[in-house]
């Protein structure tokens, strides 16, 4: 049974503005960059037209982190989810402009799409980097990463694969590191908190908030 609107999402559909230039590559890249949902399992080797590491990433905002992480490894396929229009234009844009071959989104659901169209053991690694930490306590049942969206997030990784989260949330990656700890098919990679690894580059945001003594975690657990 396919999942369509029965869950609380984790996002809310506030546009905002779209530039001219994002409009632009919304509109002229998706067709090529982009796949439509569908609720029907998709064959990734297929639209990438080769075998080769694949990585998910959920909510990559404006795709800066995607786009660079992209360039610095040609030799992994990546495939993003995220719903608004701003982001999507952005990376496309991005794309475009980088003339990367290895970059696919999906604007749509990342809980459907995860449901819908991804079979079991698909992904070598997914970022899920600074999702919304919906910080009001009546809030918090949006959050993306509750036991339910894990163990299906899970499922679709191949074994030792790797969950890379980071937050800048202190509260929220305490909860983070609780759901992924009770995942019976997840390990933690570290003690506690991970070191950022250097694929994932520091953002200016990370960066400003660093130098205002801001905490980031990193979270990184693998599929047993």
Do not use: C
Not at 2 to 17: A, D, P
Not at 145 to 150: S, T
Request: aromatic fraction near 8%; glycine fraction near 8%; hydrophobic fraction near 40%.
């Amino acid at each position: 049974m396919t999942i369509e609107h029965r869950h609380i999402r984790s996002f809310v559909l506030r546009q905002g503005r779209v530039s001219n230039a994002q409009q632009r590559a919304h509109t002229e890249l998706l067709p090529v960059h982009g796949i439509a949902y569908a609720p029907q399992t998709i064959d990734l080797n297929a639209i990438y037209g080769r075998s080769a590491p694949k990585i998910l990433e959920i909510g990559f905002g404006m795709g800066e982190t995607t786009a660079v992480i992209a360039t610095a490894h040609p030799e992994n396929d990546y495939l993003g989810i995220e719903v608004h229009t701003p982001g999507v234009g952005s990376l496309l844009k991005e794309i475009g402009e980088r003339g990367l071959t290895n970059v696919r989104i999906i604007q749509h659901d990342a809980v459907e799409v995860l449901a819908n169209m991804i079979a079991p053991d698909s992904f070598d690694g997914a970022h899920v980097f600074f999702p919304d930490p919906w910080p009001k306590k009546r809030q918090q049942k949006r959050r993306l990463l509750q036991p339910p969206f894990v163990s299906l997030l899970a499922s679709r990784l191949k074994p030792g694969a790797y969950i890379h989260v980071a937050t800048d949330w202190q509260e929220y990656a305490e909860q983070v590191l609780e759901v992924l700890r009770g995942e019976a098919l997840l390990k933690n990679s570290a003690e506690g908190y991970a070191p950022r690894p250097d694929y994932r580059p520091q953002t200016k945001f990370e960066t400003r908030g660093l130098r205002l003594g801001h905490g980031v975690w990193d979270i990184i657990f693998r599929r047993i």
